[in-house]
């Protein structure tokens, strides 16, 4: 059967722990001298509908290491948004490439394409999910802490697509999260509905302070999304008092899956701080994308 990858728990525990163990022996042999041509002769086709720069770059740079090839697909190349329907896209450009990578607006345009490509899909963000974000996430937290034991992570900012899909992550690991968000922006309930049966649920907050308190690590990202221009001024107005600053970070290192937002969601100082380790974790899209690759490429 042909697997897709539209949120992290389409993954299982044993399998998530494998395409982890995959990207830190990539990441490794990579480091090393380079990798072999895993996907020698493969194609992945990447469907933009929003703009990109990790994602994009990160998955075609992934592809050309291990031996194969990526097209870029923005808006404005195809018939997809110009009259061609999501079904009629995802059985046309399943008869060409290997696989195909998919940042849209709505989820369920993910999950229509997934349903009628006869190739694996994975999600690079919808407005609902960021998996792969979550991947890269969970492999940087592994590389500084050594483990999920005993690790605790603290959320702070909006509940949005990359929080959720790292509130499962870390439910899949185990791995103690607190999410502080303003009432009315927190993580969507079928969502931790999802987590619940996945393992350790987040512990949910109102109060950043109090939710750093304990934790080892701060993660944020923007309050203002990709699509959600019209409501910026509402919510930066409902985030006061959410904004990672050095005081709120203490000596904690921070995550930011970036573009970053300075002067919004973080300051210019935390960002540039020595606790900032933004710049492993963008790498580490690289790493934890060409192992989910091979891992579906050895299950077709
Ligand atoms: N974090 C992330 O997905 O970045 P891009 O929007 O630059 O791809
Ligand atoms: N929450 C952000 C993530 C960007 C990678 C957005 O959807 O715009």
Redesign the pocket.
């Known amino acids: 059967m042909v697997r897709s990858l539209l949120d992290i728990d389409d993954l299982t525990r044993d399998e998530l722990g494998t395409v982890l163990d995959r990207a830190a022996a990539l990441k490794a042999a990579h480091e090393n001298g380079g990798n072999d041509d895993i996907l020698d002769k493969q194609t992945l086709g990447m469907l933009f509908e ?1 703009p990109s720069t990790r994602t994009r770059i990160s998955f075609e740079t992934g592809m050309t290491q291990l031996g194969g090839h990526a097209i870029f697909l923005g808006p404005e190349d195809i018939h997809l948004g110009h009259g061609e329907p999501i079904k009629d896209t995802a059985r046309a450009v399943s008869r060409y490439v290997d696989f195909i990578m998919a940042r849209v607006f709505d989820h369920a345009d993910a999950v229509e394409l997934a349903e009628y490509a006869s190739v694996p899909v994975v999600n690079g ?1 919808t ?1 609902d999910a ?1 998996p792969c ?1 979550t991947l890269a996430d969970l492999l940087t937290i592994r590389e500084r802490f050594g483990g999920f034991e005993d690790v605790s992570v603290a959320w702070v900012g ?1 509940g ?3 929080a959720q899909s790292f509130v499962l992550g870390a439910a899949m690991v185990d791995l103690d999260c607190t999410v502080a968000t303003p009432e009315g922006y927190g993580i969507d309930d079928d969502v931790l509905k999802r987590a619940a049966g996945l393992g350790t649920e987040p512990n949910l907050a109102t109060d950043p302070e109090a939710a750093v308190a304990d934790a080892d690590l701060v993660y944020t ?2 309050w203002v ?2 699509g959600q221009e019209d409501r910026r001024e509402q919510k930066l107005a409902d985030f006061d008092g959410f904004q990672v600053t050095p005081d709120l970070l203490g000596d904690r290192p921070l995550m930011h ?3 970053a937002h300075r002067g919004e969601e973080v300051t210019d100082d935390a960002l540039e701080s020595d606790n900032a380790i933004v710049w492993d974790q963008a790498e580490n899209r690289l790493h934890a994308q060409k192992g989910l690759l091979a891992w579906l490429a050895e299950r077709e």
Do not use: R, T
């Open positions: 929003k963000l407005d960021h974000q909006d949005n697509n990359v990202d923007v999304s990709m899956c970036l573009p």
